[in-house]
């Protein structure tokens, strides 16, 4: 009901037909959605590399982060210092320095491709955030699980590796799956360093005649992949909320 109320407020609103030609045009929809469409590919391929690259990168943070090892404390102290920095950066201004300041080093090695560059300012972004939710997996693990491990004869990596991290990452599979949804989002920020994709496909075709609509068209790709990823975190948060209400019944 509150849905059908919003939808006649702004049907009969004054300005509906001028928003619906600017924003709905179906024929420019038409026009736009193959380019939209092709450049859309980038995303989702930038999506599904950045996704193992931030995942390595978290997991080598958080790890470094709850190892008990005094001798380890200066690798501490970095991992501290790049989640605080990155996590307090915009992921945008992430994107404009790594972007415009890699190349402008000029050393020999430094990656040159827009690509790349975008892909390594979304994994220091991204690696940030995901690193915390590791650790806090990781740290949700009782004690006694790496005491019981260690008692069997295993070392202290073979616990973290067989023990500890499988239900570490087993317990913060929602966040993690959330985090990646907004990854997905994040993919069109590339855009600012000159990248094409779904975003600036719609921004190129929006500024030949000053009609919105390929912005649309842009957004209803971009809802097409990350609501599924939405209620697939929904469906692994409820299953694990089952199980956990199953072990204390049991």
Known sequence: MVLGLLSWAIASSPGWSSVQQSYFDPAEARLALPEVAEAFVFNVRLFLVAEVTILA?????A?????PSPALMPLKLVAVVYTDVFRGTPTILVIFL?????????????????????????TLSYGAYVAEVVRAGIQSVHPSQVSSARALGLTYGQA??????PQGLRRVMPPLLNDFVSLQK???????IGLVEALRAAQVRASN????????????????????IAR????????QLRREQGRVLG
């Open 186 to 192: 994040d993919t069109a920020l590339v855009s600012v």
């Open 63 to 67: 790890v470094i982060r709850v190892l």
């Open 57 to 61: 990168v978290a997991l080598v943070v």
């Open 209 to 228: 005649d000053f009609n919105f609509t390929p912005y649309v068209v842009a957004a209803c790709f971009f809802i097409a992949v990350t609501v599924p």
């Open 160 to 165: 973290m590796r067989l023990v500890v991290l």
């Open 98 to 122: 790594v972007g415009f300041g890699f190349p402008a080093l000029r050393l020999e090695g430094v990656p040159t491709s827009y690509f790349t560059l975008g892909l390594i300012a979304l």
């Open 232 to 239: 697939f975190a929904d469906w692994i948060a409820l299953r």
